[in-house]
């Protein structure tokens, strides 16, 4: 099982990144998928899930409405698009699956909103 993610990187307060994880090892249109972020000595906090049918649902406030997650069940990725990013969403974010009731983590990568 591997979850390796991409698209972090160093950004303006108010710019985009999109994220992308791909998976591979298990059944992915069948997991659960959930973008964590964990921001400098702060502990984890997850921004969005993705349901095996598609649904979405975030969690913060402080996200929805910037945030948006989406699946690609035929090529096993998902993608976080992040919009109007502030300073406070700084932080390494991880994808998470949840399959026949095992958690599975990718390495994350790294966000930071910084002017």
């Known amino acids: 099982v591997q979850l390796v993610e991409s698209g972090g990187g160093v950004v303006r307060p108010g710019g985009s990144l999109r994220l992308s994880c791909v998976a591979s090892g298990f059944d992915f249109k069948s997991a659960t998928i959930s973008w964590v972020r964990r921001a400098p000595g702060k502990g984890p906090e997850r921004v969005s899930r993705?349901?095996?049918?598609?649904?979405?649902?975030y969690s913060t406030n402080f996200v929805r409405g910037r945030f948006a997650l989406s699946r690609d069940n035929a090529k096993s990725m998902v993608y976080l698009q992040m919009n109007s990013l502030e300073l406070e969403d700084t932080a390494v974010y991880y994808c998470r699956a949840v399959y026949a009731g095992n958690a599975f983590w990718g390495q994350g990568t790294p966000v930071t909103v910084s002017s």
């Open positions: 993705l349901s095996p049918s598609g649904g979405a649902t």
